[in-house]
């Protein structure tokens, strides 16, 4: 393709996507396909000859469009919101467009120090004090996976330049909870701490956040055993029911004993845009690491997630290999983001967010945060006011836990219902929202944050649900 014919078929693909994104309100917003189902439109062997611009445009319509789950849809309600503003598409775009290569500064100077530049305004926006340096990860469970290989060499005096976790006498350990996202355990698991040293901190049982004194007593009886405690993992805002863990209680402890902190904030860091909400993470400034995602409820399009570090020289020596050919005479004066994370070649990930910023700009994102608060609190007004509702876990943002709960009606065959009306309204492609087990029962999460969702959706959603809910009981 020559550039020429780039611009072409880019203006079409352009124009599609601004119709595409203009009428999303018309699609289901779950997809309406069976498994293998887009899979059999396309041929088993790579096509002999090219298609064209123009054909694949059309394809793009037919053939992958009805795969698609419609997240930006302001009817969708499920996990949480991953939002792909507009603005921050371009600058993707951009950064196809530019094809740079991120492997040392050399390779592209602009993608490094725009990145030292974003990650920056994100530290003064989300109130960090300057002791914090960031870097954009593909996702936050690459971040946690960091933050554990650093907290794992910390620990371990640098095992990694003997014989590794084999060769150590005394079992390293790491602390969270349940309520803690699975990219936790996996991150846990990966970075070779072993499930038997991966310890679940007791927690309060209304707001599921970590309970301090079970965590002082656990670490205190791993010592006394003989164990290393080497990490703790709070959760800023967990995915099941948003619980925010106690932070500067959990730092008094994990500074006493040494134990790396990695917050993980990968929804709730969005909020921090928001001065009203930081009391959530109060304490975070005595943390080792934290990681949010702006491509979630702020909207700069996946993958962007932030990994903030305090000490920046031990993140380069457990992470840098620093191969002679990718040596250079500026070395001290630059960062080398290779040795900041896993991957050696990087995107030019900064630039969407410079164009997020740039385009939408922080008092639009920050209005549309409290819009979208104050949605969450309407909605559970309206849920905890109505007869045989109930909201499950206290609403410190825009995530709210509901159940239909009527009267007579328990265990499995509870399970049934929640499952028949959620399930009815997923399957009408009308709303989304996901199911999640919580103590054992199943509810709903509304996870409200959608950039089209406004007030009127929000209402439609909540009489939606009830007269699902209604249809479903009458044939239980
Ligand atoms: C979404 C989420 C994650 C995982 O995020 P990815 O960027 O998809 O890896 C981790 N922790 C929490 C609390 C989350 O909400």
Same mark, same amino acid.
């Given at each position: 393709?020559?550039?020429?014919?780039?611009?072409?078929?880019?203006?079409?693909?352009?124009?599609?996507?601004?119709?595409?994104?203009?009428?999303?309100?018309?699609?289901?917003v779950?997809?309406?396909?069976?498994?293998?189902?887009?899979?059999a439109?396309?041929?088993?062997?790579?096509?002999?000859?090219?298609?064209g611009?123009?054909?694949?445009l059309?394809?793009?319509?037919?053939?992958?469009?009805?795969?698609?789950?419609?997240?930006?849809?302001?009817?969708?309600?499920?996990?949480?919101?991953?939002?792909?503003?507009?603005?921050?598409?371009?600058?993707?775009?951009?950064?196809?467009?530019?094809?740079t290569?991120?492997?040392?500064?050399?390779?592209?100077?602009?993608?490094?120090?725009?990145?030292?530049v974003?990650?920056?305004?994100l530290?003064?926006?989300? %109130?960090?004090?300057? +002791?914090?340096?960031?870097?954009?990860?593909?996702? &936050?469970?690459? /971040?946690c996976?960091t933050a554990? =290989? @650093?907290?794992?060499?910390?620990?371990?005096?640098?095992?990694?330049?003997?014989?590794?976790?084999? %060769?150590?006498?005394? +079992?390293l350990?790491?602390?969270?909870?349940?309520e &803690?996202?699975? /990219?936790?355990?996996?991150?846990? =698991? @990966?970075?070779?701490?072993?499930?038997?040293?991966?310890?679940?901190?007791?927690?309060?049982?209304?707001?599921?956040?970590?309970?301090?004194?079970?965590?002082?007593q656990?670490? &205190?009886?791993?010592?006394?055993?003989?164990?290393?405690?080497?990490?703790?993992?709070?959760?800023?805002?967990?995915?099941?029911?948003?619980?925010?863990d106690?932070?500067?209680?959990?730092?008094?402890?994990?500074?006493?004993?040494?134990?790396?902190?990695?917050?993980?904030?990968?929804?709730?860091?969005?909020?921090?845009?928001?001065?009203?909400?930081?009391?959530?993470?109060?304490?975070?400034?005595?943390?080792?690491?934290?990681?949010?995602?702006?491509?979630?409820?702020?909207?700069?399009?996946?993958?962007?997630?932030?990994?903030?570090?305090?000490?920046?020289?031990?993140?380069?020596?457990?992470?840098?290999?620093?191969?002679?050919?990718?040596?250079?005479?500026?070395?001290?004066?630059?960062?080398?983001?290779?040795d900041?994370?896993?991957?050696?070649?990087r995107?030019?990930?900064?630039?969407?967010?410079?164009?997020?910023?740039?385009?939408?700009?922080?008092?639009?994102?920050?209005a549309?945060?409290?819009?979208?608060?104050?949605?969450?609190?309407?909605?559970?007004?309206q849920?905890?006011?109505?007869?045989n509702?109930?909201?499950?876990?206290?609403?410190?943002?825009?995530?709210?836990?509901?159940?239909?709960q009527?009267?007579?009606?328990?265990?499995?065959?509870?399970?049934?219902?929640?499952?028949?009306?959620?399930?009815?309204?997923?399957?009408s492609?009308?709303?989304?929202?996901?199911?999640?087990?919580?103590?054992?029962?199943?509810m709903?999460r509304?996870?409200?944050?959608?950039?089209?969702?406004?007030?009127?959706?929000?209402?439609?959603?909540?009489?939606?649900?009830?007269?699902?809910?209604?249809d479903?009981?009458?044939?239980?």
């Amino acid at each position: 393709m020559t550039p020429e014919e780039f611009r072409q078929a880019g203006h079409a693909l352009i124009d599609w996507i601004a119709d595409y994104r203009a009428d999303l309100e018309q699609r289901p917003v779950r997809a309406q396909v069976k498994p293998g189902e887009i899979r059999a439109n396309f041929p088993r062997q790579a096509p002999e000859e090219a298609a064209g611009a123009t054909q694949l445009l059309q394809d793009l319509e037919s053939k992958i469009v009805p795969g698609i789950t419609q997240v930006q849809h302001p009817m969708h309600y499920g996990w949480f919101p991953s939002n792909a503003s507009l603005a921050s598409a371009l600058g993707d775009i951009a950064s196809a467009g530019l094809g740079t290569l991120g492997i040392s500064w050399e390779s592209c100077p602009a993608a490094t120090e725009l990145e030292e530049v974003v990650c920056d305004w994100l530290r003064q926006l989300t %109130g960090l004090s300057e +002791a914090w340096q960031g870097c954009i990860q593909d996702t &936050a469970s690459t /971040s946690c996976l960091t933050a554990l =290989l @650093l907290a794992r060499e910390r620990a371990s005096n640098f095992s990694q330049n003997r014989g590794g976790l084999q %060769g150590q006498q005394q +079992a390293l350990l790491v602390y969270t909870t349940e309520e &803690a996202h699975s /990219s936790v355990v996996k991150a846990a =698991l @990966l970075a070779g701490f072993g499930e038997h040293n991966l310890r679940r901190v007791e927690m309060d049982p209304d707001t599921r956040a970590m309970c301090v004194s079970s965590l002082a007593q656990l670490v &205190a009886g791993d010592i006394e055993a003989g164990f290393i405690p080497a990490a703790v993992v709070a959760s800023t805002g967990s995915t099941g029911v948003t619980a925010f863990d106690p932070i500067a209680e959990i730092a008094a402890i994990t500074a006493q004993h040494g134990i790396w902190l990695h917050v993980d904030a990968a929804m709730a860091g969005s909020a921090m845009l928001l001065p009203e909400c930081r009391h959530l993470w109060e304490g975070v400034e005595a943390a080792d690491s934290i990681a949010w995602n702006p491509h979630k409820w702020m909207g700069t399009i996946l993958d962007c997630s932030l990994l903030y570090v305090r000490d920046v020289q031990h993140m380069v020596r457990v992470m840098s290999t620093n191969p002679s050919y990718l040596r250079s005479t500026v070395d001290d004066e630059v960062k080398q983001y290779r040795d900041w994370g896993i991957p050696l070649g990087r995107r030019f990930r900064a630039l969407k967010l410079w164009y997020h910023l740039g385009i939408d700009g922080i008092d639009s994102i920050r209005a549309r945060l409290r819009r979208d608060l104050d949605n969450a609190r309407w909605f559970a007004g309206q849920v905890s006011q109505t007869e045989n509702w109930q909201v499950l876990a206290p609403v410190k943002l825009q995530t709210v836990c509901i159940r239909h709960q009527p009267t007579g009606l328990e265990g499995d065959a509870l399970d049934k219902h929640t499952l028949a009306w959620v399930n009815a309204i997923n399957q009408s492609g009308e709303a989304f929202m996901s199911p999640s087990i919580l103590d054992g029962r199943w509810m709903v999460r509304v996870s409200i944050g959608v950039e089209a969702t406004t007030r009127e959706h929000v209402e439609t959603l909540w009489k939606l649900i009830q007269r699902r809910a209604q249809d479903v009981a009458a044939v239980d």
